[in-house]
């Protein structure tokens, strides 16, 4: 992307000093498919050194299809950190129900998406060569420990991987992946677009992102829905806090699942003939102590073994996510026969949620950009009382949240410039933020305190379980993101949307 020769002034309240950048011509969009357009667009790797090195993003555009009706350009972020962006801007060409936005947002918004700095095609971060992540994939994890191996061995893997990082792209570049230069990068592609503001909307991690642009550039912002947030206080200062609310949540939606297959019943839910806990634990005893060998299926797994951590992360993905239950049932059926299978292609095809953990699809981004973000102790001893308080509470899941800070603790590139004020979004225009009340990602109460951190907001809350609630709930919350984001009509604070009906029954199998 070549650059123009005018300047374009950052504020002071970007947390650099104010310097000129140059502002980036003209975007030169190449068609990638239907309704799409793709392009890369080179931004500062540091905004206080605007004449230095200079990253590459990846940038998509899902042209709005009523040209004549449309209303501006909508950015959003998919969450993670790590998920590629302009991979949710493609799906939108599938249409229909599998869309991620509405045919109403569809049709009035150009929908922008970006890949982050060192994300997805924007340079994106490695630390592990391929033998090392086959290895890392396929690690024997023991659930009875936090963070699954012994605390030397744990040590070990968090200096070779931090290792692993520096070998691959320099210091300054993992430094640069912040937040805070996320926000810059949207708006410098704000301007090359030409937009005087734009609409956001931001899901999971993504809603650090949205409080962040809004807090550094309230007057660019036009709309803004925050789907399922992050407690951007705890992300900012208190990360192992923000650890330990992410175990309690996933330990309380799989007490969700108990509960539901204990009500429904053994007719509806035969997992444990009534006591699904008991049934639950007495199997991952077993798989931990013999696991399933499962062959891999062409085009659906590729195989592998169901021990206890394998089951247990299987069963917090599908836990987490009511329209997974059924799966899960029958997935925990099947284990009890001898058959993997279903629990091995939950681990292998539901995204995991984005804190970490063995399976975390793109966990070399993920961890780098909230290395850059999280200001985390690096006395072990703190994350071993963090992990020891997880596990004493967290019975089932807990061996997966301890000391997964442990690679930032250790990390070899400090952000010495990282934005620590509150992401207030002062000045910006009334923000919707959506809360599930039973959230494994994010907990109910992150919701109800960016409320509070974010005065000029509307809390609308989803009941039921689930990580997000656009595009996943039902026409209640579907209607007021659209409203919001077309026409800037908020719902009424307080505002409660109910969850479609949910079940543990398993699916009926082929030809029953």
């Known amino acids: 992307m070549v650059f123009a020769a005018t300047a374009l002034t950052l504020s002071a309240c970007t947390g650099v000093p104010a310097e000129s950048v140059s502002t980036p011509a003209p975007i030169a969009w190449q068609d990638c498919g239907p309704g799409l357009e793709c392009a890369t667009v080179e931004v500062p790797q540091e905004y206080a050194e605007p004449g230095g090195a200079r990253i590459p993003l990846a940038v998509k555009r899902h042209r709005a299809t009523d040209a004549g009706q449309r209303i501006g350009s909508l950015f959003i972020n998919s969450g993670g950190p ?212 499962v062959p891999p299926v062409e085009g659906l797994i590729p195989g592998g073994k169901v021990d206890g951590a394998v089951a247990l992360e299987a069963v917090r993905t599908a836990a987490g996510t009511q329209q997974a239950w059924p799966a899960l049932t029958a997935g925990l059926l099947a284990a009890q026969q001898g058959d993997g299978k279903g629990l091995l292609f939950l681990v292998s095809k539901v995204t995991v949620a984005p804190f970490g953990g063995p399976y975390a699809v793109f966990q070399e981004s993920h961890i780098a950009v909230r290395c850059a973000d999280w200001v985390v102790p690096a006395d072990v001893a703190v994350h071993t009382r963090a992990a020891a308080t997880i596990a004493g509470r967290d019975k089932r899941l807990a061996y997966r949240a301890g000391y997964t800070a442990l690679d930032c603790a250790r990390w070899p590139a400090p952000n010495k410039d990282r934005f620590t004020a509150p992401l207030t979004g002062s000045g910006a225009p009334p923000v919707l933020i959506v809360g599930g009340r039973l959230d494994n990602v994010s907990p109910y109460h992150w919701a109800e305190a960016m409320t509070g951190t974010m005065p000029n907001s509307v809390l609308l809350t989803r009941e039921g379980v689930g990580h997000t609630s656009y595009r996943r709930s039902g026409p209640c919350v579907d209607n007021a993101v659209d409203a919001t984001l077309t026409t800037g009509a908020l719902p009424a604070a307080g505002t409660v949307c109910d969850a479609p009906p949910a079940t543990t029954k398993p699916p009926a199998k082929a030809g029953k």
């Open 82 to 293: 790590g998920v590629p962006t302009t991979d949710t801007v493609e799906a939108i060409a599938s249409g229909g129900d599998a869309s991620p936005f509405s045919p109403a947002l569809v049709a009035r918004f150009d929908i922008i998406g970006i890949d982050p700095r060192g994300v997805g095609d924007s340079s994106p971060v490695r630390c592990r060569t391929d033998a090392q992540r086959a290895e890392a994939t396929a690690a024997d994890l023991d659930p009875t420990l936090p963070g699954g191996k012994p605390l030397p061995r744990l040590l070990d893997d968090a200096d070779t991987y931090t290792a692993g990082c520096l070998s691959h792209q320099s210091p300054e570049f993992l430094a640069s992946l912040s937040t805070d230069n996320v926000a810059r990068d949207m708006d410098l592609i704000r301007a090359a677009l030409g937009e005087d503001k734009i609409s956001f909307y931001g899901m999971s991690y993504g809603t650090v992102v949205g409080p962040m642009y809004a807090t550094l550039f309230p007057n660019r912002v036009r709309q803004m829905v925050i789907d399922a947030p992050v407690h951007t206080g705890l992300w900012q200062t208190d990360p192992l806090g923000l650890l330990d609310d992410v175990s309690r949540s996933n330990e309380q939606t799989l007490d969700a699942w108990f509960a539901a297959c204990r009500g429904e019943g053994p007719q509806v839910c035969p997992f444990g003939n009534g006591n699904p806990e008991e049934a639950f634990d007495t199997l991952i005893t077993r798989l931990e102590g013999q696991p399933l060998q």
